[in-house]
């Protein structure tokens, strides 16, 4: 490869992450074009795009989309600071950890949808059931990932901060905190899959907007377009997310020396690199 | 002046496993002491009892005359491995140990003894960035920029290449002269005990006793060529090989 192809190649983002999108909906607007599946089994690409424009019109898209965003929001919010709370306590606290963690680790082996009907049943169905459902989806990814984290802190580090005679406290604030916050991350980020996976559900479950009511509804009245924009809306969220979830991440553990880090400095340097280039 | 450390008749056990049969030294101010001995003689554990990261020990140790039961701010400690924090840069490494760690002083400190290791270039680098012996030296800068009275460091250089080793021994004699600390070193590298210390301790097989002191004469700066250290090198070694065939005559 020549030198100056070398070049283009780095400077062009790669095409490579956009090959299997464009394939499956190749795959799919193919699959009814050559009469593989009936245009009412699989609605091709023009026809849910139009369906979304129709949406949008009637403002039907905005409201679905913002309901389930808020949804998932608010129960990400309150799952994920009851998880960092829960996990801080018993992962710092001896005491913490045998008052909670068996109870816990049982709860967790319930599957958490197994909740939705008594969530239902409790707490009637307006908003709270659905955000509690989906705080109860965020919750547990990041509480196990932050006590393992925690569990995990090097003690060769622990022990730099007991020569200065620090306190227990400082101790965790200054050295085991930061030290789990990778694990944090992580968890945040699975939790994060789990909220959208449980927003889903609950709005399966007597809602009047969302997108997970759209699915329903939709499949009610068979508009299987409406099914198809629902999903395709759901997983440009859902991807959202999580590279807003990365880029935090990125940011915040420039200071790991992993291979994840090394790549995304590898590229900093590069965008250096070129800019300083004439 | 009070006697920075003193240790008496000390003694510690793991278990059932003796590990240090009752130890006496007395260090001076400013001076420097190397610990040698085979492994497994309890010198690492030796540094710890006196940096009271563990007390369950009998026996006394005092520090300024102070009796040691924990961590003093008048005992610093230098690590095998550099035990940086990772998220932190040099410069907040550094100034980790210190209670001010924000006002004007402690940041004139922190650079002081950052030019000190010769480090000041790498003041904003992360742990990440640094070599292995820059990382040992930013280690050394945390531990003098508290400025203790005693100086304990468990074999800094070992993990160390030849070079970088001997640059790091000279890094700490340059430390050493401007802060003027009670140094205890373990290594297990006889050159440079010979090298650094104003006395060699050994200890015997575990467990540690005092087996023998050696003094070296020589005045600083010293000559790594100085045929005065390099005899006391082989009087060191073959007290070491006695220790050894001794263990052998018993076994």
């Known amino acids: 490869m020549s030198a100056s192809a070398a070049s283009r190649g780095r400077r062009l983002p790669s095409a490579l992450p956009w090959i299997l999108p464009v394939a499956i909906v190749a795959g799919w607007w193919g699959s009814t074009a050559f009469g593989i599946f009936e245009v009412h089994q699989m609605p091709p690409p023009p026809v849910v795009f139009e369906s979304a424009q129709n949406m949008w019109a009637r403002g039907l898209l905005q409201q679905d989309v913002m309901s389930t965003v808020a949804r998932v929001l608010e129960g990400f919010a309150v799952g994920s600071v009851v998880a960092i709370l829960l996990a801080t306590l018993t992962g710092l606290w001896r005491k913490g950890e045998e008052a909670f963690e068996p109870t816990l680790q049982a709860l967790r082996t319930v599957p958490t949808l197994a909740w939705a009907p008594l969530l239902l049943l409790w707490l009637g169905i307006d908003e709270p059931p659905k955000v509690a459902l989906v705080a109860i989806g965020a919750f547990f990814p990041t509480y196990v990932n932050l006590v393992a984290g925690i569990k995990g802190v090097d003690r060769k580090l622990v022990e730099v901060a007991r020569v200065y005679n620090l306190s227990d406290l400082e101790i965790a604030r200054r050295v085991v905190l930061p030290a789990s916050l990778p694990s944090l991350l992580t968890g945040l980020r699975l939790g994060a899959t789990q909220a959208w996976l449980f927003v889903v559900v609950a709005e399966f479950f007597g809602a009047a907007t969302g997108l997970g009511f759209r699915l329903t509804d939709s499949q009610q009245s068979t508009r299987v377009d409406l099914m198809f924009l629902a999903i395709v809306v759901l997983a440009i969220l859902g991807k959202v997310t999580d590279s807003l979830i990365r880029m935090v991440e990125r940011r915040m553990l420039s200071w790991q020396d992993t291979i994840g880090q090394m790549s995304a400095e590898k590229a900093a340097r590069e965008t250096e690199l070129r800019q300083g280039l004439p | ?251």
């Open chain 2, 1 to 251: 002046m009070s006697q920075p450390l003193a240790i008496a008749k000390l003694r510690k056990r793991y278990g059932d496993t003796p590990v240090l049969g009752g130890i006496d030294l007395e260090v001076d101010a400013g001076e420097i002491v190397a610990v040698v001995g085979p492994s497994g003689c309890g010198k690492s554990t030796l540094l710890r009892l006196i940096a009271g990261l563990d007390t369950r020990f009998s026996g006394e140790i005092r520090v300024a005359d102070s009796l040691v039961c924990g961590p003093d701010p008048r005992v610093g400690l230098v690590f095998q491995e550099p035990r940086l924090f990772p998220w932190l840069s040099v410069s907040e490494n550094v100034a980790f140990g210190l209670r001010d760690a924000a006002t004007p002083r402690a940041r004139d400190l922190v650079r002081d003894t950052l030019g000190v290791v010769g480090l000041t270039a790498f003041a904003q680098a992360l742990p990440k960035q640094l070599s292995g012996g820059m990382a040992q030296r930013a280690a050394l800068a945390r531990a003098l920029v508290t400025e203790p009275q005693v100086l304990l460091l468990d074999e800094p250089f070992s993990s160390l290449d030849a070079f970088t080793r001997m640059r790091l021994q000279d890094h700490l004699v340059a430390a050493w002269t401007r802060y003027r600390p009670t140094l205890v070193l373990v290594t297990h590298d006889l050159d440079e005990a010979v090298y650094l210390a104003d006395r060699v301790v050994l200890l015997g097989e575990r467990p540690g006793r005092v087996q023998d002191v050696l003094r070296v004469a020589p005045e600083r700066p010293r000559d790594r060529r100085d045929p005065t250290l390099l005899g006391l090198r082989v009087a060191l070694l073959e007290a070491l090989h006695l220790e050894r065939s001794q263990v052998g005559v018993a076994v």
